[in-house]
């Protein structure tokens, strides 16, 4: 289990430009099983989540070609099915969460699918029961495995599936990409009824649309497919990663630094800008670029009529739950209160005892609240020692870290690693002292 250790205390300056989305790269990379032709795909973040992706799709016989940094070619002409029955490809579906997405393309393609409870972030229930609904609404059938320890989707005879109404449960982002995906090689029409509506699935169904597919609605919550016979090769460029600009907006808050953030893609940023303003951030749009000045201090905004400043989690285009955990470490150095209300994840917020160890003042409510208590003048937090438990909470952890003072030490960095590329690398160059060990 490798670490970082952090010197805090040191203000950064520069630029800094965003990697590849990984929720993007995820749905974008597993679409490529759709087609027997090349997908050529750029801007993807080398980071180990995308790695392992990578490396699952290469044991199914997919042909990867990395062209140069970041961008990479896929010809999934000859996919080993067998491979794809294997307990031993189960296994590595279920230690990488964004496996998920595999299903879908593998269920339309091939008209099988195994479905392992998927793994990831400890960050409370993730149930894939919008994913299982609405394969089953077009036509699969579904029992589960217990020798593979998987859910075992078949298409009906024939190995087609056919197109159907259906109205989500909940606007699961990846359960809506992973229909979409199954959807667009089915018999007949299938809408999508509280589909998500993100940056990330908005991208899925361009690159699908060049690959061939028909799909209404993008950018909506009704979405309607018409599938076709077959998708064609196609190319796609990844979108920058909406979590990395806002991580690197608290960054530049918490070290009162001034930062340039490069190339954000602003219009899909959603309220993402307008959430830091009300923590008392200024920053400023310049072209495609976020511009952050330096801080002494800043202050939470209240509501209007003057309760405290709430700022939670919502669907597109409320702001993503990623972002919380960074929102809330950024709220330690605040003057004024604010409650953080991570509606979906009911342990993501179980990482504030390392925060309290390290001075600041949070009082968890319960499982999806905490109130960040303001003071008068800037506090600084004490170095500490802690252990991420997941990429949001590791990143959090690591502005923590580099306001404090003293050295503090964060074990378990694979997690960061997971969502962030070359992090320590990127922030040294800006000023800061961290190692790797």
């Known amino acids: 289990m490798s670490s ?20 993007e790269a995820l749905q974008v990379i597993s679409s490529v099983l759709l087609t027997s032709e090349e997908v050529t795909i750029s801007n993807i973040p080398e980071i180990l989540d995308v790695r392992n992706l990578i490396s699952m799709l290469e044991g199914m016989g997919v042909k990867v070609k990395r062209i140069a940094c970041g961008e ?15 307990a031993e490809f189960v296994e590595k579906c279920a230690a990488l969460r964004g496996s998920v997405m595999v299903v879908g393309p593998l269920l339309a393609r091939f008209g099988e699918a195994y479905f392992p409870k998927p793994g990831g972030d400890k960050i409370g ?9 609405g394969f089953i609404k077009l036509g699969a059938s579904c029992e589960y495995d217990s020798g593979k320890r998987a859910y075992h989707l078949t298409a009906p005879a024939g190995g087609k599936l056919t197109g159907s109404y259906m109205l989500l449960d909940e606007a699961s982002v990846t359960g809506t990409a992973n229909i979409l995906m199954a959807a667009t090689l089915s018999k007949g029409r299938t809408v999508i009824y509280n589909a998500a509506c993100e940056p990330y699935v908005q991208q899925l169904s361009r690159l699908l649309t060049a690959m061939g597919a028909d799909i209404q609605g993008i950018g909506s919550n009704l ?20 979590i990395e600009v806002g991580s690197f907006i608290g ?12 190339n954000v893609s602003w219009n899909n940023l959603g309220i993402i800008p307008d959430c830091f303003r009300r923590l008392g951030i200024h920053l400023e749009q310049r072209g495609d670029d976020i511009y952050v000045p330096a801080q002494e201090s ?7 009529d003057g309760s405290i400043m709430t700022i939670a989690d919502a669907p597109w285009p409320g702001l993503t739950p990623d972002l919380l955990s960074v929102m809330l470490v950024v709220a330690t150095q605040c003057k004024g209160s604010v409650l953080i209300h991570q509606k979906m994840f009911e342990s993501r917020l179980f990482f504030v005892d390392k925060l309290i160890d390290m001075g600041a003042q949070i009082i968890l409510c319960d499982p999806h609240r905490a109130v960040v208590i303001g003071h008068d003048h800037r506090m600084t937090l004490k170095a500490g020692r802690m252990t991420s438990p997941d990429i949001r909470a590791g990143i ?28 320590d690398g990127r922030l040294n160059a800006l000023g800061a002292k961290i190692t790797r060990k």
Do not use: W
């Not at 979405?223 to 909406?242: E, Y």
């Open 251 to 262: 960054l530049a808050a918490i070290t009162q630094s001034e930062l340039t953030i490069e």
């Open 396 to 423: 959090a952890m690591l502005l923590a870290a580099m306001s404090a003072n003293g050295i503090s030490e964060i074990n378990n960095i694979e997690q960061i690693d997971r969502g962030y590329e070359d992090i």
């Open 298 to 304: 800043y202050e939470i905004e209240s509501f209007i």
């Open 4 to 23: 970082f250790i952090v010197e805090g205390g040191h203000r950064l300056s520069g630029s800094i430009r965003a990697k590849g989305a990984k929720n």
């Open 72 to 86: 990479y070619s896929f010809c999934a002409s000859d996919v080993n099915r067998e491979y794809v029955r294997s």
């Open 125 to 133: 229930r993730r149930r894939v029961d919008t994913h299982i609904d």
């Open 223 to 242: 979405l309607t497919i018409n599938g076709v016979d077959r998708l064609r090769g196609a190319s796609h460029r990844i979108l920058p990663d909406m």
